[in-house]
Each structure stands twice: as structure tokens, then as C-alpha cells.
């Protein structure tokens, strides 16, 4: 019933769809501004930026795993990033999100990465639970940072956007 697989690019509509279930889930269905064109250009040629697992049941698709490879200077090893891990909710219950998590850890074990890493919206307490279920810790430390739109271009023309007032 249950098949992994590596997506090829005649998936792109379907990884597309299945970004967009995961931002509407995610109550930012706005943000999610990718297009087939993206994908194919930076998944499926040259020199890959990321790759897709995709979970079928029964020959639908049913989830995804979107994931790159980063870098750990102090481990001086390779890590693998799951930037995205998604079932459809008629899918779940099934263990889909944990044979794609099963399956990745043995990408990143067969590779020779120091760790498997991913981030979890706070307000997911099912997802939180699960992964804990699984071994994962969470990283409290460490806070998310981001650059973008407007403040990344002004970031990369040298300046700094101007404080936000409180």
C-alpha cells in the first residue's frame, strides 16, 4: 500500500499541490508564492538544490518530504535539512510521516551526515509530540532568523533597514 519514492520532474504539479496544502495548513496560504517554474529550475536540473520524497498509498500521492543537504562546520560533515515534511490529512494515521522520516534518516546515515534537522511551527503540538516520539529533541537555544523581501534587498545593496518603531 505505502511506497517512498524520489520525485522526477513530471512531479512537479503534484509537489506544488502538495506546498500548497502544506501552507494552507500551515494558515499561510499567501505565503506559498512558488511556481512550477522554481521547482523545475532548482530541483530538476544542473546541479539540484533540494530533493523530494514523495510518499504514494495505493498510487495517490499521499506526502512529501522536502529536503537539502547544509553543512556543519564545527562537525566538518554534511547535514540533512528536512525544510518540509507534509500528509494529507485523509492520509494520516497510516505511518506515511514516519516511514518518510525512517526513510530519511537512512539517506543521512548513508551519506555520512552528523545530523537531520528540522523546524516545527510552535502552536503544533501533534507534530511537537510526534517527533519527541521519535527521538527528536527540541533545540530551545537556538531562534530562527530571517532576511527577506524588501530587507533583503536593502541588505544586499550594503544597508541596514531603519528600527521599526515598538
Known amino acids: 500500500m505505502l511506497r517512498l519514492r524520489r520525485a522526477?520532474?513530471?512531479?512537479?504539479?503534484?509537489?506544488?499541490?502538495?506546498?500548497?496544502?502544506?501552507?494552507?495548513?500551515?494558515?499561510?496560504?499567501?505565503?506559498?508564492?512558488?511556481?512550477?517554474?522554481?521547482?523545475?529550475?532548482?530541483?530538476?536540473?544542473g546541479?539540484?538544490?533540494?530533493?523530494?520524497e514523495l510518499a504514494e498509498w495505493d498510487g495517490q500521492v499521499a506526502g512529501f518530504a522536502f529536503w537539502f543537504f547544509n553543512y556543519s562546520t564545527w562537525q566538518g560533515r554534511p547535514?540533512?535539512?528536512?525544510?518540509?515534511?507534509?500528509?494529507?490529512?485523509?492520509?494520516?494515521?497510516?505511518?506515511?510521516?514516519?516511514?518518510?522520516?525512517?526513510?530519511?534518516?537512512?539517506l543521512a546515515v548513508a551519506?555520512?551526515?552528523?545530523?537531520?534537522?528540522?523546524?516545527?511551527?510552535?502552536?503544533?503540538t501533534p507534530a511537537l509530540e510526534f517527533y519527541e516520539a521519535l527521538g527528536a529533541k527540541r533545540l530551545g537555544e537556538w531562534i530562527t532568523m530571517r532576511v527577506s523581501g524588501p530587507e533583503l534587498e536593502q541588505l544586499a545593496a550594503g544597508g541596514a533597514p531603519a528600527p521599526r518603531a515598538p
Open 79 to 106: 547535514g540533512l535539512y528536512l525544510e518540509d515534511l507534509f500528509v494529507r490529512p485523509a492520509f494520516r494515521g497510516r505511518g506515511l510521516g514516519k516511514a518518510l522520516l525512517v526513510h530519511l534518516a537512512r
Open 111 to 124: 551519506e555520512g551526515c552528523g545530523r537531520f534537522q528540522w523546524q516545527v511551527l510552535d502552536w503544533n
Open 47 to 52: 546541479a539540484p538544490r533540494f530533493f523530494v
Open 8 to 45: 522526477v520532474a513530471a512531479d512537479v504539479p503534484e509537489i506544488l499541490a502538495l506546498i500548497r496544502d502544506l501552507a494552507e495548513y500551515e494558515r499561510e496560504p499567501h505565503q506559498a508564492t512558488a511556481t512550477a517554474e522554481d521547482l523545475l529550475r532548482d530541483g530538476f536540473s
